[in-house]
């Protein structure tokens, strides 16, 4: 059995200089089995990095594209640095979860011990994000109530199970709790549209705790990419055309942000500032609303709905 002692001491055993468990060791208890806790208790110990200290960092890893499952989990070592560095991603306002691509690939069902170690990990750093990025919802637009439920007591069932995300209201993320909410066996989209009731922007934004409907969003969007993309790069290779290839990729971008905004300009416009971890003032904000407006149309024209 996974020992408690063994992910609740990471804390302890940084100041201690205690030392992590040899890989062999690591493989054994994860093939055992045992109680999910998420490797990290408390928030890091260091500053938090701001936006621009953060990018050039994350920037690196999406150029690497999907760390395999194997190599982050191959020792305790790196899998506690990988979700230390997620955390320190969502402290600091860096692109969601759902938009990170270097994060592993993940079966929908099926699991091994191996991929629900990571899932469960996923559901934590979704739920970290979710916590992090709750002014920032509301500076965007997005309604303070779509998921605020992971901002203080979760209540399930009659008597059931008390989750505190936000401990005690003091503002610190409870790690505990989170670690809680994920080993319960409970589907992503039972957590997401019952327990946590995310509206659409933040199920957006997380990489596990969607609906089905959420997810096949994502498969209709990326579809949509590629047809946007054959159609301007044919149209671009025509004699009369003056398109660029930064003209085609600014309107595949269009057109994704539009599809999982279901259409909607301003809360493209919303989402695309968190997929882009930018921050539009309000003139630079209505002006971004009139162009993708102005792309929307364009896409009906081609035959594109929403």
Request: glycine share 6%.
């Amino acid at each position: 059995m996974i020992a408690d002692k063994h992910y609740s001491d990471f804390a302890t055993r940084r100041v201690t200089g205690g030392r992590y468990l040899t890989d062999s060791d690591f493989a054994d208890e994860v093939e055992a089995g045992g109680r999910y806790e998420f490797p990290i208790r408390e928030h890091p110990s260091e500053p938090v990095l701001s936006l621009e200290d953060v990018m050039p960092w994350y920037r690196a890893c999406e150029r690497r594209t999907n760390f395999p499952l194997e190599e982050i989990y191959s020792c305790e070592k790196r899998r506690v640095a990988y979700c230390h560095m997620q955390l320190k991603f969502n402290l600091a306002g860096a692109p969601p979860p759902a938009f990170r691509n270097f994060q592993p690939a993940l079966p929908a069902k099926g699991l091994n011990k191996w991929q629900r170690l990571a899932s469960n990990d996923c559901k934590v750093i979704d739920l970290h994000w979710l916590y992090c990025s709750h002014n920032l919802l509301i500076e965007l637009g997005v309604p303070s109530g779509t998921c605020g439920n992971v901002w203080g007591e979760l209540q399930i069932g009659d008597g059931g199970h008390v989750f505190y995300i936000d401990e005690d209201a003091s503002g610190e993320f409870y790690f505990d709790g989170a670690s809680e909410l994920a080993r319960m066996k409970w589907t992503s989209e039972h957590i997401a549209e019952n327990l946590l009731e995310l509206s659409h922007i933040p199920q957006l934004c997380v990489k596990s705790l969607r609906t089905k409907a959420m997810r096949e969003k994502f498969r209709q969007a990326n579809n949509t990419m590629k047809r946007v993309r054959k159609q301007m790069t044919d149209r671009a290779n025509s004699r009369r055309s003056r398109l660029t290839l930064a003209d085609i990729d600014q309107r595949v971008r269009a057109a994704r942000v539009l599809k999982l905004a279901e259409g909607s300009p301003s809360t493209a416009v919303a989402l695309e500032q968190l997929i882009d971890a930018v921050r539009y003032d309000e003139a630079n904000r209505r002006d971004r609303v009139k162009r993708l407006s102005g792309f929307k149309r364009d896409l009906i024209d081609l035959g594109f709905t929403f």
